[in-house]
């Protein structure tokens, strides 16, 4: 199913002024093993259809539009115009046994490999919103085989084929698996501001509008009022239980002190039966 919220639109937005010339661009690649290659890829949110959502991995048509951009394929009557940066050939993930490579200037917070390039204003107006996704090959090795392997067959597991044959496709009730070669982050959106404006993010993905401890104290005062209020309505059921057994005890003083034989049920006050048959 396709979600055309755009909601990602807005959870990261970069200012960069006009006259900045070009945006660095650092991305990590945190899946797989092997990075055959990774790149970004760019285009104006306002040139994008609708099927590009952004929160989601780019599925069907958006899928194939951009691995057809990334290998430098036209599409017929496709009026987008996709940008790409430069292609980043080998590398590896935290996950790799010799660790992860690239190593950038900015160390990954996870130990991740770090791929920097930067992208070109020139070509973009004041106002223009763009959505940069990062894209990533990953672990093609897996469906090499050596030459004497028997029987004579390729790989067969879903696992190596989801990664490695774009043709992989089974479905069990409701549950499918399709192979793919190339993975898609969420976007990130870069504003062309005006020249002289600030580069900075104008997205909140967090709200800071007051601190922490101020967050703690609202929340413990909320409390306080919540068991207030249950007191109260405690209280008030007491009040209203006490005044029932007064009125109970009353109506046997009245029947014992007029004389008159009563054989009636008793009357539970606790865990005490007041018997209200007396003989005078």
């Known amino acids: 199913r396709e979600n055309t ?15 900045h010339g070009t945006a660095k661009i650092e991305w990590t690649v945190g899946g797989g093993f092997n990075i055959d290659s990774s790149g970004l890829i760019l285009a104006k949110w306002d040139d994008l259809p609708e099927h590009f959502d952004g929160s989601s991995p780019p599925l069907q048509k958006a899928y194939h539009h951009m691995v057809r951009a990334i290998k430098g394929k036209k599409d017929d009557g496709y009026d987008v115009d996709f940008l790409l940066s430069p292609k980043f050939k080998d590398g590896r993930t935290r996950w790799h046994e010799s660790g992860s490579y690239p190593e950038g200037k900015n160390k990954d917070p996870y130990g991740g490999p770090i791929y920097t390039t930067g992208i070109a204003l020139a070509n973009l107006e004041v106002g223009d919103e763009v959505a940069v996704y990062a894209w990533a090959q990953l672990d093609s090795f897996w469906a090499s085989q050596p030459d004497n392997k028997s029987p004579d067959l390729p790989p067969q597991s879903h696992y190596v084929n989801a990664r490695t044959n774009a043709s992989w496709a089974y479905d069990n009730g409701n549950q499918s698996i399709h192979g793919q070669l190339y993975y898609f982050s969420v976007p990130i959106t870069i504003v062309v501001g005006e ?11 967090l709200p800071v509008a007051q601190s922490f401890e101020e967050e703690i104290i609202e929340e413990v005062e909320e409390v306080a009022e919540e068991v207030e209020d249950h007191m109260k309505m405690i209280i ?10 007064l009125i109970a005890m009353y109506g046997i003083g ?3 002190m007029y004389g008159r034989v009563q054989v009636e049920s008793g009357i539970e006050i606790g865990d005490a039966v007041v018997p209200t048959h007396t003989i005078d």
């Open 5 to 19: 919220d755009r909601l990602c639109r807005q959870t990261r937005v970069i200012n960069v002024p006009k006259n």
């Open 195 to 205: 020249e002289g404006s600030e580069l900075e993010e104008l997205s909140e993905r």
């Open 236 to 245: 008030s059921m007491g009040v209203a239980a006490g005044l029932v057994v």
């Open 254 to 256: 009245r029947r014992v």
